[in-house]
């Protein structure tokens, strides 16, 4: 990334006013270091700052690049919407781009989240979408976890899923969780890490 700003001193408040009067613009997400300089020197502070276009325009390039590399024309939109950025692609091979199961859409993502690791520290996450192959999916495992919760609760007996991904796992404990007698828990490393539902003890 080589848009960052970075800014140094002892007053954060002065920090603050000249990464706003430079960057020229409201929309500046900042990450701040207090660091101890010496006993008698004090402290000092370092504020960390990219704007939201420029973020953007970072991961613009990424998908330029991606699209150069994998000789595929891809659209996209990118949203900012609270700590999630959005990154919405559309191709004529969304096939490809997603990959068996997901997998090349997962390393997509893994890859822009590596690439623009700095973002955490802003507090900002990276969801990457294929024409919302993740939502026809996500709408999909509601629908079967819901299903899996009332025969679990007519016939007393725990159901083991196939391994899920991090966040497949946390959707299913919500899910789980609207049922007043069920209880969910994860099992295993990952990428074999499984969830059972079952009746609460």
Do not use: W
């Amino acid at each position: 990334m080589n848009t960052l700003h970075k800014y140094e001193g002892k007053s954060l408040e002065n920090l603050k006013k000249q990464c706003i009067d430079e960057l020229n613009t409201d929309e500046i997400y900042t990450h701040v270091e207090e660091i101890e300089t010496g006993i008698f020197k004090g402290k000092k502070y370092i504020l960390t700052a990219m704007t939201k276009e420029e973020i953007i325009n970072e991961i613009k390039n990424f998908i330029n690049q991606l699209s150069k590399n994998m000789n595929i024309e891809i659209n996209y939109e990118i949203r900012i919407e609270n700590e999630n950025i959005n990154v919405l692609l559309v191709t004529d091979n969304n096939k490809i781009m997603i990959g068996k199961e997901g997998k090349t859409l997962d390393a997509i993502q893994i890859v822009l989240r590596q690439a623009m690791k700095d973002l955490n520290k802003f507090g900002l996450r990276i969801i990457v979408d294929v024409s919302n192959y993740k939502n026809k999916k996500i709408k999909n495992l509601e629908y079967e976890i819901k299903k899996i919760c009332k025969e679990v609760l007519k016939t007393k007996m725990e159901v083991k899923l196939d391994p899920m991904n991090s966040y497949e796992r946390r959707k299913v404990h919500s899910i789980v969780g609207e049922f007043e007698n069920l209880e969910s828990t994860s099992y295993g490393e990952a990428p074999n890490r499984y969830t059972v539902i079952k009746i609460k003890d």
